[in-house]
């Protein structure tokens, strides 16, 4: 595997030779097991699905074959490189440095060697795992961080669009009700709000009119597909306080123009409880009875679930303090962190994939201060990267979404 590499001296450097490994691996679904990931994929790999029917015949002297015809299909893992590029100035990065050798409440400098090379790896190792989880299961168009040309669809938006996957909608009464309005402001007239609480997510779909979402600046986006977390104002009427997506930077959600129709969808405590008795009745049992299966949840999904369970725990001793399990009839239930609003993935680990290349030439950590060369005062670090996700057998996956 590539090493990290210095050009000068100045530096007391060290091989990290587990960076590109932490930055690709360490996600947080890839760490639980969620995924099951192939080392040395360096071009296009392709993954051969087979299956067949089971026949039981009469006894016979002579071997008969069962006359059935295997199934055989293809999917492919197409690793896309890409790269995370900083430069720092060397007089600042000694400072920050500085700053976390002290002590809590001391006024001496540090006294030490300086050694800033897994410094500055760490200073942005949590952020790219968090960019490759997100990158992994939401795919580019939805990865504020990748801004990369090669397109990269990822696991949730590839499901959602294959056929032979079992797909569930939100589109009930219990989990949807129609707008009549959204205003410039983010207010959403309804029927009624009398299933919503402040702080519930909901996903909004089927937009009528020319209402944008212009949080991160710009012209803005279309509202549709966006979730949003909301505050309850009256009866009829609900607030989007902040793009579900936006959860990190805590931006509040800006809007223009306006909506005259749309469909509201949301999983909350009031729900959450039907919603999931549906699930379990639909999941294949030969796939739900296997080890490696796991319904996969959004965080408010596992939030408005400790919910529920408190709730109906009528006169139980803690009930709302004791933490709850998250497993719901002998399924396990997989908190996803930086995941896609109101959907659900029911699938086996032995099922996803992600493919990357840790030991080859695609995969590099190199630091090099630019002084010794340019006189300019400052380092620069680069990291490529290289990975790739896939299913594999459509049939075996469940997929609810708004």
């Known amino acids: 595997m590539a090493q990290f590499t210095f050009t000068n001296n100045t530096y007391a450097g060290e ?54 015809t295997s199934a055989q299909n293809e999917s492919y893992l197409d690793p896309v490189v890409y790269e995370f590029m900083k430069q720092e100035q ?26 800033l090379s897994d410094f500055m790896v760490q200073r ?3 952020k790219i795992q968090i960019a490759n989880e997100r990158l992994y299961w939401l795919g580019k168009g939805a990865t504020k961080e990748a801004a990369f040309t090669a397109p990269f669809t990822g696991l949730l938006p590839t499901i959602a669009a294959a056929t032979g996957v079992y797909k569930v909608g939100l589109g009930k009464p219990a989990t949807s009700m129609a707008a009549t309005a959204i205003s410039a402001l983010g ?3 309804v029927s009624s709000t009398a299933t919503l609480k402040d702080g519930d997510v909901v996903t909004i779909t089927a937009v009528t009119g020319t ?53 509201i969808s949301y999983i909350n405590s009031s729900n959450v409880l039907d919603v999931l008795t549906g699930i379990y009745a639909q999941l294949d049992p030969a796939d739900r ?19 529920a369970q408190a709730d109906k725990a009528v006169n139980v001793l ?10 719901y009839l002998g399924v396990p239930l997989q908190l996803m962190n930086h995941w896609q609003a109101n959907t ?55 997929y609810l979404s708004a």
């Open 15 to 68: 091989a990290l030779a587990g960076f590109m490994a932490s930055t690709l691996l360490e996600a947080d679904s890839v760490k639980r097991g969620l995924l099951t990931v192939i080392n040395d994929v360096k071009s296009r790999k392709v993954i051969l699905d087979v299956d067949d029917d089971v026949v039981l015949q009469d006894p016979s002297g002579m071997f008969t074959d069962q006359g059935t």
């Open 90 to 115: 060397w007089d600042k990065l000694v400072q920050s440095w500085e700053t976390q050798q002290l002590k809590p409440g001391a006024f001496q400098d540090y006294e030490g060697v300086v050694d």
């Open 124 to 126: 942005y190792l949590t």
């Open 187 to 189: 207010v959403v007239t």
């Open 211 to 263: 209402s944008k979402d212009t949080t991160n600046g710009g012209s803005g986006i279309d509202m549709q597909g966006q979730s949003y977390f909301i505050q309850v104002i009256s009866a009829t009427t609900f607030k989007l306080v902040r793009n579900y997506h936006e959860v990190n930077t805590r931006k509040p959600a800006t809007f223009s123009s306006t909506a005259t129709a749309a469909t």
């Open 289 to 307: 009875s296997q080890e490696d299966f796991n319904l996969q949840i959004p965080l408010h999904v596992g939030y408005a679930y400790a919910q």
């Open 318 to 327: 803690n009930a709302f303090t004791d933490p709850k399990k998250m497993d």
């Open 344 to 398: 659900i993935l029911g699938a086996r680990s032995s099922n996803l994939f992600l493919g990357v290349d840790l030991l080859g030439d695609a995969s590099e950590l190199s630091t090099v201060y630019m002084k010794p060369y340019t006189n300019d005062n400052v380092v620069r670090m680069k990291a490529r990267m290289k990975a790739a996700v896939n299913y594999k057998f459509a049939n075996e996956l469940f």
